[in-house]
């Protein structure tokens, strides 16, 4: 909507400068409107790449907004048993697992029983199967055994 009906060839540098500053007026992170950047700059060199455009008007114009990359979340002890008293028991192992070992989902569903070493009690997780691409060891405290 704030763009109207302007053709991605009528989008200048001066527009993504005036919408990323509605959008932080509007109380919008910047996490958020950077996500909303790249889409539009995605959009422009797409167009670009199809031929409807020379080039994209906002390449190299517009800097990203700096994010807080240093916020940490995490489940209160209250929290915790809340949550493992409502979910479905199916899950509860599940959720045991992630919440004491700290892996992320996806790293604990690749586990097989190779990764598992109980003699010297840690869990390796093979970087080839990770998100970020690195290996890592978790020990294996009570909770987990």
Same mark, same amino acid.
């Given at each position: ?8 060839? /009528?989008?200048?540098? @001066?527009? *993504? ?10 109380? =919008?992170?910047? #996490? ?48 915790? /048993?809340?949550?493992? @008293?409502? *979910? ?10 992630? =919440?004491?070992? #700290? ?43």
């Amino acid at each position: 909507p704030f763009f109207g009906k302007k053709l991605l060839s /009528e989008i200048s540098a @001066e527009d *993504i400068r005036r919408y990323i500053s509605k959008r932080m007026h509007d109380g =919008v992170s910047n #996490g958020t409107i950077n996500r909303e950047i790249a889409l539009i700059k995605h959009m422009l060199n797409t167009a670009v790449r199809l031929g409807y455009l020379e080039k994209n008007p906002i390449q190299n114009k517009i800097e990203m907004l700096p994010e807080n990359k240093d916020k940490w979340t995490y489940l209160m002890p209250w929290e915790f /048993e809340k949550l493992k @008293e409502n *979910i479905n028991e199916r899950y509860r192992d599940l959720l045991e697992f992630l =919440v004491y070992s #700290g892996m992320r989902i996806g790293d604990v569903l690749r586990l097989t029983w190779q990764d598992i070493n109980m003699e010297a009690g840690f869990i390796f997780v093979r970087g080839h199967k990770t998100k970020g691409g690195k290996a890592f060891g978790i020990p294996l405290n009570k909770k987990l055994r």
